[in-house]
């Protein structure tokens, strides 16, 4: 099982980011795909969330409005459209897969927010 997060980098404050996180190892249309975030000396937080085909979708407040989740189930794929960036965005970012008591998570991609 792999979940590989792809997409950081560095961005000004203002800007957009699209991250993307590849599937592997497991039925990725059976599974709810979330990102999740971790700033320096913060607690993970969930940013948002993607049902199995994609017809539901949630996010936190921090985020809403400003941040997209999709998916393609034809790639293994989930994605996550950051725009209107600012400095509390820069954290680490993290996919996770969840499906019943079995969840999975990739290894991370830093995105930071820096003028």
């Known amino acids: 099982v792999q979940l590989v997060e792809s997409g950081g980098g560095l961005v000004q404050p203002g800007g957009s980011l699209s991250l993307s996180c590849a599937a592997s190892?497991?039925?990725?249309?059976?599974?709810?795909m979330s990102w999740f975030r971790q700033a320096p000396g913060k607690e993970r937080e969930l940013i948002a969330t993607?049902?199995?085909?994609?017809?539901?979708?949630n996010y936190a407040n921090s985020v809403k409005g400003r941040f997209t989740i999709s998916r393609d189930n034809s790639k293994n794929t989930v994605f996550l459209q950051m725009d209107d960036l600012n400095l509390e965005d820069t954290a680490v970012y993290y996919c996770?897969?969840?499906?019943?008591?079995?969840?999975?998570w990739g290894q991370g991609t830093q995105v930071t927010v820096s003028s």
């Open positions: 190892g497991f039925t990725f249309s059976n599974y709810y």
């Open positions: 996770k897969a969840r499906r019943s008591s079995s969840e999975y």
């Open positions: 993607i049902s199995t085909t994609g017809a539901f979708t």
